[in-house]
């Protein structure tokens, strides 16, 4: 099958891109590079280094005609969202928009879409499921949510089927520790140089972390499923961010002490994520444990500092 990427070179969209060719499909890959770098980029995968708001995108999609796309590329930062709202909308609903058009007018037939729990805003319960209401407290949630409205449309009008998947708190290898989300990725980098991190708060927050490789079986099954709607992708598990310091510790070897400090405007208490509408729907559950992605994740750190 052939499959269109957005996003491809980055930290989630490169590990669908090795799964989907693992599994014997044709990919490209749109990607402008803010974000991705070329050493995640699949040596199988073909390349356009182009902006999703490019009007030159039709061309691609009806050059490639491809059957799927899956449409990773966006703008991530919550900060960024709040100084700069016009722009990050710009890239999430009008970008997207360009993509949807091409995808339309070239004969796509799925849409696989990553969306966010940032459009929960503080939950009302645990653990949050896809009837949860949504209350947005940042641009970017907005952005994430909008297209959710879109695609429902573009089925309607279109008859282009769609999966969204909304991912928990991702981790793995090739995560950048720069973004605000990384907070695994911070503690694995920070404690193998010897540092202390920063935990915000006082580390009892709860979040709900899933591997990255998770995250790319998901986006295969949704491809290979007849469903069409809205899916958490998640563990439903509660790690606390002082249980998950003291695991990467502990994995490492290392007595470090975290350093504590204020808490972050805007983040969430606790937050994780019923996933039992995805097992019912597309066949998928987590595989992997937190210990055993933890312990790949450091892996691979270890290997990329040496270079």
């Excluded at 099954?221 to 502990?250: D, H, P, W």
């Excluded at 405007?265 to 987590?286: C, F, Q, T, V």
Aim: proline letters at 4%; charged letters at 25%.
């Amino acid at each position: 099958m052939k499959i269109l990427i957005t996003g491809g070179a980055g930290f989630i969209g490169s590990h669908v891109v090795d799964l989907l060719i693992e599994n014997g499909h044709e990919v490209c890959i749109l990607d402008n590079m803010s974000h991705g770098k070329i050493e995640n980029i699949n040596s199988k995968a073909f390349l356009y280094r182009f902006d999703i708001r490019d009007e030159k995108v039709i061309e691609i999609f009806k050059e490639e005609k491809p059957e799927v796309l899956i449409h990773n590329a966006a703008q991530i930062s919550v900060p960024y969202s709040v100084e700069d709202p016009i722009n990050d909308a710009s890239v999430n609903i009008i970008g997207t928009l360009n993509i949807l058009e091409a995808a339309r007018k070239s004969g796509v037939k799925k849409i696989i879409y990553p969306a966010s729990a940032a459009i929960f805003g503080n939950p009302e319960y645990l653990p949050i499921d896809e009837k949860h209401p949504l209350e947005m407290l940042c641009g970017y949630g907005v952005t994430k949510h909008t297209v959710e409205h879109y695609l429902k449309i573009y089925k309607n009008l279109y008859n282009i089927d769609y999966v969204c998947l909304r991912y928990s708190n991702v981790y793995g290898p090739r995560q950048d520790s720069s973004g605000e989300g990384g907070v695994v990725a911070i503690f694995c980098e920070k404690m193998l140089e010897n540092e202390s991190p920063f935990i915000y708060g006082d580390g009892e927050q709860i979040r709900d972390f899933v591997y990255v490789k998770d995250i790319a079986r998901a986006n295969i099954m949704a491809i290979e499923s007849n469903s069409c709607g809205i899916y958490n992708i998640s563990t439903n598990q509660k790690v606390r961010v002082n249980e998950l310091f003291q695991l990467i510790g502990k994995a490492l070897n290392r007595n470090i002490k975290p350093i504590y400090t204020n808490t972050r405007e805007g983040d969430i208490r606790n937050s994780y994520m019923s996933y039992e509408k995805a097992k019912k729907h597309l066949g998928w559950k987590p595989e992997y444990n937190l210990i055993d992605g933890v312990i790949e994740t450091i892996n691979y750190y270890k290997k990329s500092m040496k270079k």
